[in-house]
């Protein structure tokens, strides 16, 4: 029996009435559980399996798949833009395809549950995102820090080998972009834009230049 406190990455029905969820949890990973039941209207689990809500859960099992024995939610889920609703869905497209299964890290779930917050509560989604996808590539081995002789009038791109290098013929990001978003300072929009590119050659490099559906409905 493990106990522990959960997100909601997926879920998608399985049978009859029962529900195949993976959880990202603070201390045990990502885990793929199967909620039997779940989808009956007399079900334990009805209305504690909402998505982007902090979750206590417990759940048995030797193999891959475990069994969710208790879920239990507080509160529900604000109401909230469009935009930022797409956003949270990013976050967790992104975790399940990272394939992060084995990795057991309080600050991925940290991280998670702050861009989450953030989400919630800013009209800007592109800050918070940036910041959570810095944070994964981080734990994933790429520091990204700049060059040592990069300037701030110098122009940044991502090299898979090498990390962050300077290259002034194809103006991706900006050294002067970067310093204010590793200080965590006001942004214009243009440099926002800059930043974003940048970090999306990160992510696509991540994830093996897998499609990510959510992306897809951020600029829609």
């Known amino acids: 029996m493990y106990a522990d406190i959960a997100f909601i990455l997926h879920k998608r029905a399985y049978r009859e009435s029962s529900d195949l969820i993976k959880f990202l949890t603070m201390n045990h990973g990502i885990v793929d559980v199967i909620a039997k039941g779940s989808r009956k209207p007399k079900s334990k689990f009805s209305g504690h399996l909402q998505n982007f809500l902090s ?48 990795e057991s890290c309080a600050e991925i779930f940290n991280a998670y549950q702050k861009t989450i917050q953030a989400l ?27 060059p040592s002789e990069a300037t701030e009038n110098d122009y940044l791109q991502f090299d898979p080998h090498l990390g962050l290098q300077v290259n002034n013929q194809v103006k991706i990001c900006s050294m002067a972009c970067l310093n204010l978003f590793l200080a965590e300072k006001a942004m214009e929009p243009t440099e926002i834009k800059q930043l974003n590119r940048l970090m999306k050659t990160v992510v696509n490099h991540l994830v093996h230049g897998k499609e990510i559906q959510s992306r897809q409905l951020l600029h829609k």
Not at 76 to 86: E, W
Request: proline share 4%; with cysteine; charged share 20%.
């Open 120 to 146: 919630q509560q800013n009209k800007s989604v592109s800050l918070p995102l940036r910041k959570f996808e810095w944070v994964l590539s981080r734990i994933l081995g790429y520091e990204l820090l700049p």
């Open 55 to 102: 979750t206590e859960i417990t759940f048995t099992g030797r193999s891959s798949l475990k069994t969710l024995t208790d879920a239990s939610q507080q509160g529900s889920l604000a109401k909230c833009p469009y935009k930022s609703h797409v956003s949270m869905l990013y976050c967790s497209e992104l975790l399940t395809l990272l394939r992060l299964e084995n």
